[in-house]
């Protein structure tokens, strides 16, 4: 098997990662629920994440950071908790369906106003166009750091400049870019990075969170137990704990937590650099293979992402055959991306996915071609 689905979710894991989800296992009871070694154990590994998140992230401290299963709980978290009738909400035809329907419920729902501002057909955002969404009424801008489907990056610094400018909010979805590109929530000026573990992270499926500005207060999508302040019938608000209710994925977080550690000692840049070297081998060499295209900007500005198609050829049956004759994993279809399909072109035929990792190879890229070449052949 060649993995090129990594966009999706991380299959090959650091072997420590595997360790620590074994190890919590046969060790761990409930984090914050109680005084003896195991729930101490669970509690110690729990904040020694936060610290390496808010670390990596550029977070104000560790006590900003909340756990949640993924991005798309912790994005829902922030938008239910901060949008209100009254309010306009911008976003950017990049995004994904985890900031698109919680924005289109919240409309309907409440009335809200939300605007998406388009790309363009190479995937670029128009910082004017951007700015010019803004109105007096903008409380919220909500951006994807990287679209999914094509691996382009918004500058989300600048992003966040014109949101400030108009007193609105920066909120970016990270699912893409957390452990893969540099963040610095604080230099970059961001109020809220929402993460996944499964990803760049490298950490288990179920694991994610969000990293709050030290001045922004966010109200809870679910209340219940937190372990502390039982007699009082309010939600306790102090972070992070305000923002966790219920018994946390402790044994995730521990694989989390060593997936965090591999990130920090590779270097998010030299991870970086290895995917983006790896998708621009690709891209030159889908320029020698008939009818093949390639979606977005240049590679220099893009995750290890490259979304491609066959001329004629539905992106399912191009997946299929890659899978079926190649071993070759990839992702076809909408990638949960409709707006940035219809930037594209591409709503009819969708789009087949290569996202390469830290554990792919320059062999498995030159295979990958070799097999899209017999596909493309074939289909001619």
Known sequence: MIYFDNAATTMVKPPQVVQAVTDALTSF???GRGVHSASLGAG????ECRDKLARLLGAPDASRVSFTSNATEALNIVLRGLVKGSDHVVTTWASHNSVLRPLYHLNMETGCG???????????????EFERAFESRTKLCV??????????IYDVAALAEIAHAYGA????????????????????????????????????????????????EVAPLKVGGTGTHSFDL????????????????????????????????????????????LAQRFADGLECIPGAVHYGGAIANRTGVVAINIAGLDSGTAADALASEYGICTRAGAHCAPLMHRALG???????????????????????????????????
């Open 234 to 277: 309010i939600h306790p608000p102090a972070m992070p704990e305000g923002l966790e209710a219920g018994t946390l994925n402790g044994h995730g977080i521990a694989g989390l937590s060593a997936g965090v550690s591999f990130v920090e000692e590779v270097g998010v840049q030299a991870i970086r650099d290895h995917e983006r070297m």
């Open 169 to 216: 909010r920066i909120i970016v979805d990270a699912a893409q870019t957390a452990g893969c590109e540099p963040i610095d929530m604080q230099a970059m000026g961001l109020d809220c990075v929402c993460f996944t573990g499964h990803k760049g992270l490298m950490g288990p499926q179920g694991t994610g969170g969000l990293a709050l500005a030290r001045d922004l």
């Open 143 to 152: 951006v994807t750091h990287a679209s999914n489907l094509t691996g382009d």
């Open 44 to 47: 110690m590994a729990v904040y």
């Open 114 to 128: 939300v605007t998406a501002v388009k790309v363009g057909r190479d995937g670029s955002l128009d910082l004017g």
């Open 29 to 31: 009871g409930g984090a």
């Open 346 to 380: 591409t709503v009819e035929q969708g789009a087949v996915r290569f996202s390469f990792g830290w554990y792919n190879t320059v062999e498995e890229v030159d295979q990958a071609l070799q097999a899209l070449a017999r596909i493309a052949a074939a289909r001619r």
